[in-house]
């Protein structure tokens, strides 16, 4: 009987959701080292990750920092790649239809990770399951092995040897592939790669990542215009 209990409870979307969680709460590990390696101690990089809890953010901020960059820089660095659980939020609040008291709550779990399990669903319910799933055991996993990784710094070395300081890179390439289906996404990304990689020479550490986004905003633009002239 317990059996069949918990074979219904682990639905496909709490499976899913459980699946996420382990992979990316592991990830945390990473983070957490490489922040104290930026100069955070391990009390601000538990602050940073329990109330920012948005892996990319994260690891922007900690990029400039440990860049020598200003706490400007990092701070609007972490909120461009912050924004995108702005426009996940409102396409959640519309799939799952959460009660007002629960939308303070949601906005905390609102990632990638969270979103992508919830989306993903057919039913409601198990959007709702998946949301919920994902986004609680990301949370908790995350700052878990965060604080693993913070507290083990010294003892990991320099996180260069593990190859710790591309995992951010390799999950910003791993969010961006699936979106490239076709040549106008593609040549935007390769227009914005161009503009970091000429930029980064020239300008403080956290200001590239700006201006790429600035440049693929004016081609995005750019190109909605002229379809729309076209038509």
Do not use: C
Request: aromatic share 8%.
């Amino acid at each position: 009987m317990s059996g069949t209990l918990l074979r219904d409870r682990l639905t496909p979307a709490v499976r899913m959701g459980l699946s996420i969680s382990i992979a990316v709460g592991a990830y945390g590990i990473s983070f957490g080292a490489l922040s104290v390696a930026a100069g955070l101690n391990v009390w601000q990089t538990m602050v940073l990750s329990a109330l920012m809890f948005t892996g990319g953010s994260q690891f922007a901020f900690i990029a400039v920092i440990g860049g020598a960059g200003t706490g400007a820089a990092a701070w609007a660095a972490a909120t461009l790649l912050g924004i995108r659980n702005g426009i996940y939020g409102m396409q959640l609040k519309a799939l799952i239809r959460p009660p007002a008291s629960l939308i303070p709550l949601m906005a905390q779990l609102t990632i990638d990770e969270s979103t992508a399990t919830a989306v993903a669903q057919n039913d409601h319910d198990e959007r709702v399951r998946g949301f919920w799933t994902a986004g609680v055991g990301v949370y908790l996993l995350w700052n878990t092995f965060t604080l693993v990784g913070a507290l083990a710094g010294d003892a990991i070395g320099d996180p260069k040897m593990w190859g710790l300081d591309g995992a951010a890179v390799a999950a910003f390439l791993g969010l961006l592939w699936p979106r490239l289906t076709s040549k106008d996404p593609i040549a935007i990304a390769i227009i914005a790669a161009i503009a970091t990689v000429m930029a980064i020479p020239l300008v403080p550490p956290g200001i590239p990542v700006l201006i790429a986004a600035a440049v693929t905003a004016a081609v995005w633009g750019w190109r909605h215009y002229w379809r729309r002239s076209a038509s």
